[in-house]
């Protein structure tokens, strides 16, 4: 990596670059359940971070991780970058200034079985090395698991981010030919209803995307593959005016949007835009219930779940 990227500090070990003081925020991008423990030493070293989603894997530890962030006066953001792209951040803010009382949301994440195809064309080529180090553990084994965790984290933060709190959710899974789908009933702080769909993954091409409906008007959003770097298509209907409106969104590099927005935050003191550490719990407590309410099928309340997937 060094050979390649020629950076000007080279770090042989996570505490090494901890304990450089030039060092003022991290990344965390490691395997989920390593997460919560990255970031617990990071925050200790008087480090900002950002951490991928989910922030972690049991509610426990993402609770007492919040503690921590709370005392220390730190900047935790969580890589929910779908919160940057420029097509959703135009819908939500119709949302909240034009639409009026919200009747219902239904938002669908549905990964394909092509995905590789199109991604190994857009990612950039992965550097790999026998010197590599890996702790035992296969992180996607558990298909259930990993996959609420990887894909339901994005689908349950936009729904967050375009609706506000979920305070109940009723679950139903299925599973065939090697396929996932989650069906979530959801109930919403304001009153509104909501539906979620996570199926990995669809006979089809990419297909995620959100629908609003409002007092006032409604929004209807298509999202792309992340790694096309485009912005949702977005339509918003106004009474206002009798007519949809649409963003540009001419620069949707949503992971580029994320980072530059994380150092803002610590650099200028502008609002942040990404999920903090309050939105993180709050996607774990989703996750967990949605996982809890497949169990039987039964509503369950975000403020009492505990535990894990």
Avoid at 5 to 33: K, N, T, W
Avoid at 107 to 129: E, F, G, H, K, N
Avoid at 240 to 260: F, I, M, N, S, T
């Amino acid at each position: 990596m060094a050979a390649i990227h020629q950076p000007q500090v080279v770090y042989l070990s996570y505490d090494e670059m901890l304990a450089d003081p030039q060092v003022e925020a991290v990344i965390v991008a490691v395997a989920d359940r390593f997460h919560v423990e990255a970031a617990h030493k990071a925050i200790a070293a008087g480090k900002h971070v950002l951490v991928e989603k989910p922030l972690g894997v049991t509610i426990e530890e993402c609770e007492e991780l919040r503690r921590q962030v709370q005392a220390s006066g730190l900047i935790l953001q969580v890589g929910t970058m779908k919160r940057f792209d420029p097509g959703i951040v135009f819908a939500q803010h119709f949302v909240r200034e034009e639409m009026g009382q919200v009747l219902a949301l239904k938002a669908w994440y549905c990964d394909s079985t092509y995905r590789y195809q199109m991604t190994d064309t857009l990612q950039p080529i992965i550097v790999t090395s026998e010197h590599a180090r890996r702790p035992p553990g296969d992180p996607k084994a558990d298909k259930r698991r990993y996959y609420l965790l990887t894909h339901g984290s994005h689908l349950v933060d936009t729904a967050r981010f375009l609706n506000g709190e979920i305070v109940a959710v009723q679950a139903r899974r299925v599973e065939k030919f090697g396929a996932y789908c989650w069906f979530v009933a959801v109930e919403f702080a304001d009153g509104s209803a909501g539906h979620l769909d996570l199926t990995i993954a669809v006979r089809m091409d990419w297909h995620e995307g959100f629908q609003i409906y409002g007092e006032f008007g409604s929004v209807i959003g298509k999202t792309y593959n992340p790694w096309y770097l485009r912005s949702s298509d977005v339509e918003c209907f106004s009474m206002r005016d009798g007519q949809y409106h649409r963003v540009l969104g001419a620069d949707a590099h949503c992971y580029k949007l994320q980072v530059e927005g994380f150092a803002g935050a610590i650099l200028h003191g502008t609002p942040m835009l990404g999920a903090n550490i309050d939105d993180g719990v709050a996607a774990m407590r989703a996750l967990i219930a949605i996982s809890r309410s497949c169990e039987n099928g039964v509503w369950v309340r975000l403020a009492g779940v505990t535990g894990g997937v």
